[in-house]
């Protein structure tokens, strides 16, 4: 059944990675991104990391999503043609997608890409997201609050750029 899953989330997963990359407007790829990392955290649920699912969802979709969304919306990039922002890179970009996906098919026949699901019994599972909090909020305390600094100040400087002023 979780191979089921897997399945499922993973063709969903690339579909809405594919509507990142071929949509014209930039609203209608950041919600393929958004639908993309939901995906990804439903995988990572199915590995057995609870942890790293909720992170993906709070970080990524709850936050970084939200902040390109809301500079798009802001900048009106949408108005922009497709052709203008590719300058003749459609070449280069299939020549890389081939050879991304000739390697990673390569690869997966060879069995290089496997992982294992269910080494991980539940309490060491625990244990392992117990130990990563308490070194987050202990020995990382300083890093950690740095970057919650920096993402009040990435915010607070987005919302006067904004802001018109009244005249």
Known sequence: ???????????????????????KNPIHSAV????????VAGIFILLRSPFLAAVQVFIYVGAVVVLFLFAVMMLDIGKERLK????????????????FFTMAGYLTLKGRLSAPLGKYTQSELAENTEILGKLLYTKYIFPFEIVSILLLVALVGAIVLVIKPKE
Do not use: D, N, P, W
Not at 4 to 19: M, N, P, T
């Open 84 to 99: 203008e922002r590719i300058h003749g890179q459609l070449k280069y970009a299939v020549a890389a997608v081939l050879l």
């Open 1 to 23: 059944m979780e191979q089921l899953f897997f399945y499922i989330f993973a063709v969903i997963a690339v579909i809405s990675a594919l509507g990142v990359i071929t949509a």
């Open 32 to 39: 393929s991104l958004i639908a993309c990392l939901l995906q």
